[in-house]
């Protein structure tokens, strides 16, 4: 698997590059009923991802329909994330109990659209995107820094219920050891809990970038380490 790879011990993963067959319980079939071929194919597919996942955990099946803007249901005592792109789809599990909150995304290895930059990063960001373009133009760094601040928005909303502008964070990626680094920069973010200087993973495979935010819950006592996969 792709996504296992950029995740700490602990949580449980799965991963498609292709569309797979999965029974959807009437909660979830409601949250698709208006819903195009394509969403209800990335729909079903993911949450046959996400159910594998806690297969994984010793859970039964249970329906995880979305909640409009607040993304899928998880079971009591479980957080969890999910993510699909073109030709890619994934999620992420684990108990409360150990962690906190977490945030996958995928992306393919592309450049984002016009103006799409600008609008979110931060002018230290930029430089250092340049930077990385320099050494290694093989990967879209760009896509790679929006798809990780991806991740930090999907961990921080299950845990804040509100709103955190791109802006807000400024997130260091490192080419050598496939981490990033998150800094909280306004009030706002300095609330959401173990965030501030939190560690995440990345990797590009298969024209595909992969990145994931996994932050510990408040009762373990620990940090992740930029290197917590090596």
């Given at each position: 698997m792709v996504i296992e790879r950029v995740?700490?011990?602990?949580?449980?993963?799965?991963?498609?590059?292709?569309?797979?067959?999965e029974a959807l319980f009437d909660e979830e079939l409601s949250s698709i009923e208006h819903a195009v071929e394509r969403r209800v194919l990335e729909f079903t597919t993911v949450r046959g991802c996400a159910r594998r996942a806690l297969s994984d955990l010793?859970?039964?099946?249970?329906?995880?329909?979305?909640?409009?803007?607040?993304?899928?249901?998880?079971?009591?005592?479980?957080?969890?994330?999910?993510t699909h792109c073109e030709g890619y789809r994934a999620a992420a599990a684990g108990y409360s109990s150990q962690w906190l909150s977490m945030g996958i995304d995928a992306e393919p290895d592309l450049p984002t659209p016009?103006?799409?930059l600008k609008e979110i990063s931060l002018p230290r960001e930029r430089r250092l995107l340049k930077a990385l373009q320099a050494i290694d133009p093989?990967?879209?760094w760009d896509r790679l820094l929006f798809s990780a601040k991806e991740s930090v928005y999907?961990?921080?909303w299950p845990v804040m219920r509100r709103w955190l502008g791109f802006e807000e964070v400024a997130v260091m990626v490192d080419r050598p050891t496939g981490a990033f680094t998150v800094h909280a920069l306004s009030d706002n973010a300095r609330?959401?809990?173990?965030?501030?200087?939190?560690?995440?993973?990345?990797?590009?495979?298969?024209g595909h970038l992969v990145t994931a935010l996994v932050l510990p819950s408040l009762d373990s006592g620990k940090r992740l380490s930029r290197d917590y996969l090596a």
């Open positions: 995740l700490p011990e602990g949580v449980a993963s799965a991963d498609t590059f292709e569309e797979i067959e010793g859970m039964a099946r249970t329906p995880m329909p979305s909640k409009s803007g607040h993304g899928p249901q998880w079971p009591q005592g479980v957080v969890g994330s999910m016009e103006g799409v093989s990967h879209a999907k961990a921080w609330t959401c809990p173990m965030l501030d200087g939190a560690h995440g993973r990345w990797l590009a495979d298969q």
